[in-house]
């Protein structure tokens, strides 16, 4: 185990790599720079309604400049289509008005051992490139006397899922909301997903995924990882 000094020497020793290059230089590679989604302090600023109009506007700008013509059928709605599935859809993780509620209730069976929800699939868009990423989640956790409703698992896994995402955050900010839910650190997550920008563009790797994972509390020895693995491949 490494102690909190090092811990701490390394992560400031990665950011003064990471601010030392260029975007350029970052190019492809997804850095990953923190749990939290680096949001602005006004982010709320605008209503839902008044930032879908500012980015239709905008993307009608961006499909101008690239010299579509926007008087064609096929495309003059593609603004408002566009800014309505961002901020509605693919994007409404942003905000966290729309974080799914979370009732708890009590472990009546006494159920002690963990519970595994697996192949919770979901897409995403990466931070990166704006192009969507698609797996599988699996998470677990083992009860400290409260449950949830197994859906909610799945609803959490959605929700930070629709926001620009880097795996490796996505991964931890699901993990820290069930613990944070389920009061307990006893929480695990695995992601297996697929890049689109690794595959349909730039490398264009099509077969290799990517596998991030968390293992908190119980979870973090050998054995239960295994175990969670057993029930995963199973
Ligand atoms: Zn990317």
Do not use: W
């Not at 083992?142 to 909610?152: A, H, M, R």
């Not at 069930?178 to 929480?187: A, K, M, N, P």
């Amino acid at each position: 185990m490494k102690n909190q000094d090092t811990l701490l020497e390394e992560l400031i020793d990665s950011n003064a790599i990471l601010n030392s290059l260029s975007d350029e230089e970052i190019g492809d590679d997804h850095l990953y720079s923190g749990i939290d989604t680096p949001m602005k302090p006004d982010a709320f600023k605008l209503s839902d309604d008044e930032k879908k109009e500012s980015i239709a506007q905008l993307f009608a700008q961006i499909m101008d400049v690239m010299g579509l013509d926007l008087n064609d059928d096929s495309l003059r709605g593609t603004p408002k289509r566009v800014a309505k599935m961002f901020i509605d859809e693919i994007y409404s993780g942003l905000n966290p008005a729309n974080k799914p509620k979370v009732a708890l209730f009590e472990n009546k069976y006494q159920y002690n051992q963990m519970l595994v929800e697996k192949d919770i699939t979901f897409y995403s868009n990466c931070v990166h490139h704006f192009v969507p990423i698609m797996g599988k989640a699996h998470v677990a956790y083992i009860s400290s006397g409260k449950v949830i409703g197994l859906s909610k698992l799945n609803r959490i896994v959605q929700y930070f899922a629709k926001r620009p995402q880097v795996q490796e955050r996505l991964t931890n900010q699901i993990a820290k909301e069930l613990q944070t839910v389920l009061e307990t650190e006893d929480v695990a997550v695995i992601i297996d997903a697929k890049h689109l920008c690794v595959s349909s563009r730039g490398i264009k790797d099509d077969t290799s995924a990517t596998v991030t994972s968390f293992y908190g509390g119980k979870f973090n020895t050998p054995e239960k990882i295994q175990e969670l693995y057993n029930y995963i491949n199973n």
